[in-house]
């Protein structure tokens, strides 16, 4: 086995050298919205045994533009005990001509430690370049060898938008006896595909001639447009944790064994913590009780350690130190809910903007957070622990509708989060406006955000009143303020409710036309520019359902009537509706506004029908009233 790794050494060594890439070679539809073009990718992955996994890349970029440099950048991220040899950089003119050559002895050797990382077994080997002529490309080689074999990576042709793809390949040499299970998945759009060649224990993947995803509004991830290969050997190791993974109960149970049970302990301290608490009534209120315990004597902190950075910090620790990841601070909670005799769940969940599941047809380990659920009678109650500010039984947008890895003694169970309807992610405003004859407003304004609206205030919490006002003039840059006050913020932490007050003047609001003043109907709304295109190309995703409610009151000059109001209106669509209705009571004109906006996935041939539904919500909101003086 050693004999072929070598061979298959020396002939990506071989290649390597013989390469040139001017960008002239490069065809004109992989240019096409290109920061950057992937020329070869190549990975080579030998299995050997259990235990025993190696890895061998190759590739080279040709960076465009400034805009291409970060997928260019020449790192190998790595863990103690990891092997790195035939580190080889070259760097290319426009025309191919080589510019200078790196070794691995030019590398720095960092903390592989994003920002809030406290504990971390992860380092990474940089090399430093900076560009002083576009196009260039970088070829860039080295093979790593580990004895984790549980993280086979998914094979896609590229992660983000403005890159393209000449060529890539992963090939997969499975010496060691062990069921190598693949699947395709392709893309749904048609995109691109993958050819698959299998020779025995032998499987190899290509991709070819693959043009650049745009970065256009309202984008899917690139993950739902492209296609993928995921691998999983079914029997792995990780860190001396050997285990099977056949299916998601026999891995769970494995799970549950070996990364769970050994830091499901507690401790003296941890009883008394939780005796100290005098728990009493409900299910549900025995489990706000010690969340909101939890959330007060805790902070996140990153800690990427224990089994290849998979298993929690011990609660007793957490307990001590009064910080932990998600990991830890999710088990902590657990142990705490344990102690207090209530079952919970450990669970594995995709954490992002855009919901992403894990396949109940394909076992493999993934996820990158860990949340905890609590079944009662009423339903699950889900935790994020993760936050000290954030309400109880409340997740984000960021964990809502996909399922999670729920960790159970005798295996894996595939559970869904809730999914917030359009009328629990509300933000309902109710403003008070005073119209004045210098063309400015003063205006006093109660506002209220839940589901997914409330999770954008989070951030306010802790601010200063002089940012929280600069927040609030961000926010609703419709108005040009004069000044602004934000007062009595609340974060209901049993509700999911953020509240606040704000006192606030705006000048230029009305514009006079001779005797007569004209202003819009809705004086705060979305001012997102919504533009038709002809040739839309991709689908489009509504990531969030929502409702907006405006009550807005006008009080008139005195020496004022209102002349002119526009016609009721109401109008209805697959993506969602619009309501605007105007009562005049003399002195004092009410608007109210709503509109519901409904999250999908939907075709690009749908994509303008949506875009002229906002429009019109748009136009409506600016629809004009005319006052004339008496």
């Known amino acids: 086995m050693m004999k072929i790794l070598c061979i298959g050494a020396l002939s990506m060594a071989s290649f390597y050298c013989a390469q040139s890439f001017p960008v002239s070679s490069i065809a004109e539809n992989l240019k096409k919205n290109a920061n950057a073009v992937i020329r070869k990718d190549f990975t080579t992955i030998q299995i050997n045994k259990i235990d025993d996994i190696k890895y061998q890349y190759y590739t080279a970029t040709t960076v465009l533009n400034k805009d291409g440099d970060s997928q260019a950048m020449v790192y190998i991220p790595y863990e103690k005990g990891n092997s790195i040899s035939d580190v080889k950089v070259t760097y290319h003119d426009e025309s191919g001509k080589k510019i200078k050559s790196y070794s691995k002895s030019d590398f720095n050797d960092f903390a592989n430690n994003n920002q809030g990382t406290f504990y971390s077994d992860n380092r990474i080997l940089a090399l430093s370049y900076t560009p002083t002529q576009y196009p260039y490309t970088v070829e860039f080689s080295y093979q790593i060898g580990d004895e984790n074999t549980i993280f086979l990576p998914d094979f896609v042709p590229f992660k983000s938008t403005n890159i393209s793809l000449e060529e890539a390949q992963i090939k997969i040499i499975n010496n060691s006896g062990i069921e190598l299970k693949t699947k395709i998945y392709p893309s749904k759009y048609n995109y691109t595909s993958v050819n698959e060649s299998d020779n025995g224990s032998d499987k190899t993947y290509t991709y070819k001639n693959v043009s650049a995803i745009e970065d256009v509004f309202l984008l899917p991830q690139t993950v739902k447009i492209l296609p993928k290969v995921s691998f999983a050997l079914t029997k792995f190791n990780l860190e001396g944790k050997q285990g099977s993974i056949n299916s998601w109960s026999e891995f769970g149970a494995w799970y549950y064994n070996s990364i769970l049970q050994p830091v499901s302990v507690t401790s003296p301290s941890i009883k008394s913590e939780v005796a100290a608490l005098n728990l009493q009534g409900t299910t549900e209120e025995k489990v706000k009780k010690l969340y909101q315990h939890m959330q007060e004597k805790t902070r996140y902190i990153a800690v990427a350690l224990g089994i290849g950075g998979w298993q929690p910090m011990l609660p007793d620790e ?7 990841d998600c990991k830890g601070l ?5 142990i705490l809910l344990d102690e207090a005799g209530i079952p919970s769940y450990y669970s594995v969940i995709n954490s992002g903007a855009s919901p992403v599941s894990f396949d109940a047809d394909f076992p493999k380990m993934g996820g990158n957070h ?8 009423k339903g699950n109650i889900w935790l994020e622990n993760t936050s000290q500010q954030i ?5 984000s947008y960021n964990t809502t509708d996909r399922n999670v890895l729920s960790i159970r003694k005798n295996g894996i169970e595939l559970i869904e989060t809730p999914v917030y309807p359009a009328q629990q992610n509300k933000e309902k405003q109710i403003l008070k406006i005073k119209l004045n004859e210098d063309n400015s407003i003063l205006g006093d304004g109660n506002f209220s955000y839940s589901g997914s609206q409330y999770d954008n205030t989070i951030s306010l919490v802790n601010m200063s009143p002089k940012d929280r006002n600069e927040a609030a003039k961000n926010l609703l840059n419709t108005l040009n303020f004069e000044k602004i006050e934000m007062k009595n913020f609340l974060n209901d932490k049993d ?9 606030f003047k705006a000048i230029n609001y009305s514009k006079n036309a001779g005797n007569s003043m004209i202003f819009r109907a809705v004086p705060i709304y979305s001012n997102t520019v919504y533009k038709i295109e002809e040739n839309r190309e991709l689908p489009f995703e509504l990531r969030q359902s929502f409702e907006d409610e405006y009550e807005i009151n006008y009080t008139i000059p005195q020496n004022f009537k209102v002349e002119e109001i526009p016609q009721n209106v109401t109008f209805n669509s697959e993506f969602g509706s619009y309501t605007l209705k105007f009562v005049n009571n003399g002195t004092e004109l009410k608007v109210n506004r709503i509109i519901k906006v409904n999250k999908g996935l939907y075709p690009k041939e ?15 909101d600016n629809s004009k009233i005319l006052i004339t003086k008496i």
């Open 495 to 503: 509700q999911a409710l953020a509240k606040y007050d704000l006192d």
């Open 606 to 620: 749908k994509y303008n029908d949506y875009i002229n539904f906002r429009k019109k919500t748009i136009n409506n």
């Open 318 to 324: 957490v307990q001590k130190k009064g910080y932990g």
């Open 330 to 334: 999710s088990n902590y909670m657990k």
């Open 370 to 377: 860990v949340i905890l659920m609590v079944p009662t009678e």
């Open 391 to 395: 309400a109880f039984n409340h997740l």
